[in-house]
């Protein structure tokens, strides 16, 4: 009978459990870079291979926490996008009233909160924002617990000077490809990487800060990512940001 009892444990018990992944910030900002795009836009095809070529530059060479937004206005064009969200819309919107604009467009890039467009200057954006020191670090913690992502941050250190400050917490996924059926890109096959999607709601960020994620059944473990934006209470200014892929994490269940 005991040994029957063992027996039952182990089978109902993983393996393992995995260590949790932890990354820290650098020492100086992170650039963010934002694209907003969408599967019916047929000028975003080029903006979403560049931003995938983006996320292959090493580390040491520009550091950038690269987003594919999916927005819904182009939806009614014969073709809905499968990322798209109305949620990623508002969000483009905002932005653009951020930069004063009379509109907002697909593809649509952001460096830092900051409307820019051309290539050349993204990339200009970016180191311009790598040779900031970072008003604050961020450690940030993930692991696994049943169908959720657990996420921990840590503010080790900040100035005083930094005031109210705000983070979200990010789901980004890799990889992926569409092809595509009807409106402007019909009978091409699109890839996508970096593509958004989970965002947070905004929440005050204090020393100790946790989150949990539920995880999406049509997620692919192995090319998710997580990230956390921090910007200042307004919005308006982007202060530091951290990543990493968890892939690893979900995959060893």
């Not at 593509?195 to 995880?215: K, T």
Request: charged residues 25%; contains cysteine; glycine residues 6%.
């Amino acid at each position: 009978m005991m040994r029957s009892l063992i027996l039952a444990s182990l089978l109902a018990s993983p393996a393992f459990a995995a260590e949790p992944i932890v990354v820290m910030s650098g020492e100086n900002q992170t650039a963010v870079v934002e694209l907003y795009t969408s599967e019916g836009c047929s000028s975003c095809p080029p903006a979403d291979r560049w931003l995938s070529d983006l996320v292959e530059v090493p580390r040491q060479e520009l550091d950038a926490l690269a987003l594919s937004f999916h927005v819904d206005y182009w939806n009614y064009l014969g073709w809905e996008d499968r990322f798209s969200s109305a949620e990623y819309t508002r969000r483009q919107r905002l932005l653009g009233a951020n930069n004063r604009q009379r509109t907002i467009y697909t593809p649509e890039f952001f460096v830092n909160g900051m409307e820019v467009r051309g290539t050349a200057k993204i990339i200009d954006k970016i180191q311009q924002a790598n040779r900031k020191p970072a008003p604050l670090d961020l450690q940030l913690s993930v692991s696994q617990q049943g169908g959720e992502l657990l996420l921990s941050l840590q503010t080790p250190s900040r100035r005083d000077t930094l005031g109210e400050a705000h983070h979200r917490y990010l789901v980004y996924e890799d990889n992926l490809s569409t092809q595509v059926e009807r409106g402007e890109n019909r009978g091409r096959l699109l890839s996508h990487q970096r593509v958004v999607r989970y965002l947070s709601d905004a929440g005050e960020l204090r020393d100790e800060n946790r989150h949990r994620i539920r995880i999406d059944p049509e997620w692919q473990a192995q090319n998710l990512g997580v990230a956390v934006l921090v910007t200042s209470g307004d919005d308006r200014r982007y202060l530091q940001a951290v990543h990493t892929p968890v892939g690893s994490l979900l995959t060893l269940r």
